[in-house]
């Protein structure tokens, strides 16, 4: 809105003289004036009262006797701005100054003479004048809407929870409209009710739940119909005591959201206020936006819990396979692997029976069948080992690493090369089990997948948290298509495992240039000091 009329001095001197001229005419001007609109346009009273105060007579009342341009913007501005709410085309405002100029014409060149064109060309530049500042008041009422929808928006994205959410929207809609009081309502799930989420202006706490078709939230839930009550305290559809004596105007609006009804806005004011049709559009539109902002956070807060369900479970799952990993392992190393030492027990007895007395085909497929026996015994440990190692239960995480990178350069001639910082910690058994499984997965898919020449674990800690990178130089893959090499789900795996013990993951790899692995997880206070690197890896020699 501009505070100055963009008039010069010199233009302003003699719209003051003309105005002061005309003053006597100007109830016969106006009345003229009426007549020429009431043929052109079907103006309510309303809307004529205030196109009425844009014109020469009422800028009169501040130029003639004060010299009060400022008064003047002002008024110009305040009317200019009710006619937008009124939704009353520009095109309309600016044919009513013409009109008004058309009507005094006569009067200026019956008391100026032959001043008649110089006056009545300064008339023209202060109605066109008038109208700038007119149409400045149209542009800030629609930056004020568009300002109030922005900061709905803003308030969903800055908002730390729902109930923020609820507030937030509250304000402002209060804020646009001036209103002393509010209270957003919404429909709780699984009952006909409207229940009091946020609440503004109220002095004491008040019940405004209602079913959904009785009094006025309640009706304007029901029929999805904008309402507005001039008088609560005589109207019986506004039950809530508080609303009654708190507000003497009450705006209500429907909340949908997706062609559904989630709620109901109701803001009030202190004096009579009967909404304007674009404050009602307004409102609307606040509504709408705030439905949709309310209805996408419940989402967003309903995806986050059933994520930290899935979370939870998936921790769960992980705890249940390390344990029936375990039990499967016992069960191998107890039965299945007692009884294959029983069988080579009596092989071997067997074997010894018919090295003296046996035929030379019987003594060999005695033999075939030990080495049978002793493959599969070879092959039980290493199952037992894969499913529970053993290692890392005695030895310690940093062993059990080493074993692994060792079997990856004994079975696939990759180069493992292990560097363990040298203040390296005994971790909680669940992170040493979960960085194990890490490690475990990262050089399976390095076997498998890489066709790398070399890798590289290091694992550090500070005070917080343990650092674990494993990097390789094999032909890499595109993080966006790891479904392409196959590994996409012993990603995934690694990344559940990390973020169930509450760690990080990071993963960068391209093609032809690696893949590097970071995991950083928070260390348990249970942490104990651990042997130096050098006798670690004495260990890990004896182990082998």
């Not at 016992?330 to 027990?345: C, K, N, P, S, Y």
């Not at 790398?452 to 990178?469: E, F, H, P, Y």
Request: charged residues 25%; contains cysteine.
């Amino acid at each position: 809105m501009s505070a100055v009329l963009p008039l010069k001095d010199s233009s302003r001197e003699l719209i003051i003289e003309v105005t002061r001229a005309l003053e006597p005419y100007f109830p016969d001007i106006t009345a003229k004036w009426r007549e020429k609109i009431a043929q052109e346009s079907n103006f309510d009273g309303r809307i004529l009262v205030a196109v009425e105060q844009l014109q020469l007579a009422a800028a009169c009342t501040f130029i003639c006797g004060k010299n009060d341009f400022k008064g003047l913007v002002e008024s110009l501005s305040y009317h200019g701005s009710r006619l937008a709410k009124l939704q009353v085309d520009t095109r309309a405002v600016a044919r009513s100054f013409e009109l008004y100029l058309n009507v005094c014409e006569p009067y200026v060149g019956s008391l100026f003479g032959e001043r008649r064109a110089e006056l009545i060309a300064t008339l023209e530049a202060f109605s066109s004048a008038c109208f700038v500042v007119v149409s400045g008041a149209y542009f800030d009422a629609k930056s004020e809407q568009s300002a109030a929808l922005l900061s709905i928006l803003d308030a969903e994205l800055s908002a730390a929870d729902l109930p923020s959410v609820f507030e937030q929207v509250l304000k402002i809609t209060a804020k646009v409209f001036g209103a002393s009081v509010g209270v957003l309502m919404l429909k709780e799930q699984g009952t006909n009710r409207l229940q009091a989420r946020a609440k503004l202006g109220f002095e004491a706490d008040g019940d405004f739940s209602v079913e959904i078709g009785q009094g006025f939230s309640g009706g304007i839930a029901a029929s999805g119909v904008p309402d507005m009550v001039l008088d609560p305290s005589h109207d019986g559809r506004v039950a809530s005591e508080a609303l009654r004596q708190a507000a003497r105007t009450l705006w209500g609006m429907p909340l949908n959201a997706n062609g559904e009804m989630i709620g109901v806005l109701v803001v009030g004011f202190t004096k009579p206020y009967e909404w304007l049709p674009t404050e009602r559009e307004m409102m609307r539109a606040i509504a709408d936006r705030s439905a949709l902002a309310i209805d996408r956070r419940r989402m967003t807060e309903a995806l986050r819990e059933r994520e930290v369900r899935i979370a939870e479970l998936s921790g769960h799952l992980l705890r249940v396979q390390e344990d029936e990993r375990k039990r499967i392992s016992r069960e191998l190393h107890d039965e299945t692997g007692q009884a294959l030492m029983v069988i080579r027990l009596y092989l071997g007895m067997l074997e010894s029976t018919a090295a003296g007395r046996g035929s030379r085909s019987q003594k060999n497929k005695i033999r075939e069948t030990v080495e049978v026996v002793d493959r599969t015994i070879e092959g039980i440990r290493r199952i037992i080992g894969r499913l529970s190692p053993l290692v890392l239960k005695e030895l310690g995480l940093v062993a059990a690493i080493r074993k692994e990178a060792k079997d990856l350069a004994k079975n696939t001639g990759v180069r493992a090369r292990v560097m363990v910082a040298e203040d390296m910690n005994r971790l909680d058994p669940e992170v040493e089990m979960v960085i194990y499984r890490v490690v475990q997965e990262a050089l399976h898919n390095v076997a498998k997948h890489s066709h790398a020449k070399s890798v590289n674990i290091i694992l550090n800690q500070d005070q917080q948290r343990v650092r674990l990178l494993i990097e390789d130089d094999g032909v890499g893959f595109s993080t966006k298509t790891s479904n392409s090499r196959g590994n996409s789900f012993g990603l995934a795996g690694i990344k559940e495992r990390v973020h169930s013990i509450g760690g990080e993951v990071r993963v960068a790899s391209a093609k032809d240039r690696g893949t590097r692995i970071e995991v950083s997880v928070p260390i348990s206070e249970t942490s104990a000091p651990l042997a130096k690197s050098a006798e670690a890896g004495a260990i890990s020699s004896r182990i082998h």
